[in-house]
Nanobody
């Protein structure tokens, strides 16, 4: 199973930006669909964004559409989440995820990173 390592979390003021990164050591990562999820305290984990392995397909939750951008660099086996115009309600632990199937990446991906904390102050 692919191993995922996130980085880039931190503390930012409302309206600011952060970029999260998720790296995998396996070269086969490039063919995986990749996604980001988040979990706020006391809430269920929720889908944020996903990108296909080889095509240009992306999808976003309504809560982040227009503010967040998911991208990938297959040469570096890395997926990114650029987060702009951050709001206090974006505060959560953000998880990178991957799955061989685009059909499941937004619901139940099989590989997960350890998570990185994002805190947005008002």
């Amino acid at each position: 199973q692919v191993q995922l390592v996130e980085s880039g979390g931190g503390l930012v003021q409302a309206g600011g930006s952060l970029r999260l990164s998720c790296a995998a050591s396996e070269r086969t990562f490039r063919v995986y669909a990749k996604g980001w999820f988040r979990q706020a305290p006391g809430k269920d984990r929720e889908f944020v964004a996903a990108i296909s392995g080889m095509s240009s397909s992306t999808t976003y939750s309504d809560s982040v559409k227009g503010r967040f951008t998911i991208s990938r660099d297959n040469a570096k086996n890395t997926v990114y989440l650029q987060m702009n115009n951050l709001k206090p309600e974006d505060t959560a632990v953000y998880y990178c995820a991957a799955d061989v199937s685009w059909a499941t990446i937004t619901r139940a991906p099989r590989a997960w990173g350890q998570g990185t904390q994002v805190t947005v102050s008002s």
